[in-house]
Structure formats: C-alpha cells, structure tokens
C-alpha cells in the first residue's frame, strides 16, 4: 500500500516544526515547504533546513517571493519597527494575506504530489491576533480549495490539518519534546540576527519564552547579548 503525503509548511519556527514532527508520527510522508518572501532576516530559512532534515523530510523546498515590493508589515517594510512590547489589536507584525499566499503555492504541490493533506502550525490560543489564523479562516479556505482544484473537482478531497490550533505554547512545547523535537535547531524570533540569536522582546520571543517556562522545560533558546 502506498504511504500517505503530506505538505507541510515550515518557517524554521517553534510551532511550524512541531506540526512537522505530528505529521512525521502519524505516518506521513513529508514534503516540506518553506517560503523567502523578504522577511527581515534568512535565518529562519537556514533553520527551516535544519528542522526539516531532522526531522526526516523526503524533499523541503523553499519558494522565493517578494512581498516586500507590497510592504504593509514590520516584517516586510524596515521603516516600520517591530514592537518590543504588547500591543492592542492585530500588530504590525502581520503580513498583508500571508497565510492565503503560502497555503495556496502548498496547494500547487500538493496536486502535483497527488497528497491530500496539507499542514499548517497556525495557532488561536497563545498567538499575536493574525486574522489568518483562525479556525473560521482555515475552514473557509479548505472549502475553496476544494472548489479550485482538479483533486477537489474529481472528488477527492483535501483538508487543511492545523494540529496546534486550539493548543496553548506550553502544550505545544510540551507535545512536541514527546516527538523529539529539538527546539534549539529552530528560531521563532522576528528580528534574529544572522546567527540566529532571538531579540527576546518582540512578540514572537515573548510568547515562546513563555511557552517554555509554563511547560517547565528549559528553554534551548539562543538570545543576543
């Protein structure tokens, strides 16, 4: 019997490469996804690798894009600061219709993979407040795929596998040492620098240093000094 595939997307990042671990365990076959879109720092593109041949993916791939040229996001415009402190409302980490753009070129390979899976590590619990990562909008997105594309059409379905939506950091952290993740080989934080040492105050450090200490796990995080 053939084994099943997957496409996983990946950012190098703490829930991204625990989704890839939860897919690995049950069974998959992994392809892994990861996307250089002009964020602020390659780093988590090398940790991305790392994570992905750790964690035995048969192929990663990394998708060049230049959401830069749109800007709208600190992550995506230098001009616009990343914030060291907790913000009301949805923060200017967001980049404008990421989510939609990444799962739509993952929908591409998976078609041409022939998998029925696609897996995202997108979180509505202990996350910034990104519109895109709601279960609402994943919901609505697995309907249109299934509308707008040749596997949907033909009647073989495909589903949108969010593992970590309604798990807390802790829980996430907790699950994937289970796995055997190795969490110092991934880097979370928005403007690491080129050795891949986290900032440890944007949003993205706080939720993750946070994560580890509810989890009561020693946090194998690099921090810049």
Known sequence: MA?????????????STTVLAIARS????????????????SSELLA??????????VEHKVIKLDLRSIGGSALTDDAI?????????????????????FLSIALGWAEVLGC????????A??????PDCRPEYIAAYEAMANLATRAGAEGNKLHIRTPLIHLSKAEIVQLGIKLGVDYSL?????????QGEA????????????????????????YQH
């Open 26 to 41: 049950e069974g998959y076959v992994c392809y892994s996804m990861s996307f250089d879109y002009g964020q602020r720092h």
């Open 116 to 123: 029925d899976d696609i897996f995202i590590g997108v979180n």
């Open 125 to 130: 619990v202990d996350f910034s407040g990104y």
């Open 81 to 101: 600061d990343v914030p060291e402190e907790e913000t009301g409302g949805i923060p200017v980490t967001y980049v404008p219709a990421r989510n939609t753009v």
């Open 3 to 15: 084994q099943k595939k997957a496409v996983v997307l990946v950012s190098g990042g703490l829930d």
């Open 186 to 194: 991934t880097v979370s934080c928005y403007q690491a620098n080129n």
């Open 199 to 222: 900032c440890g105050k944007c949003d993205s450090c706080r939720l993750r240093k946070q994560g580890f200490v509810q989890a009561g796990i020693a946090d194998p995080t690099r």
């Open 48 to 57: 991305a690798e790392r994570t992905a041949k750790a964690l035995g993916a």
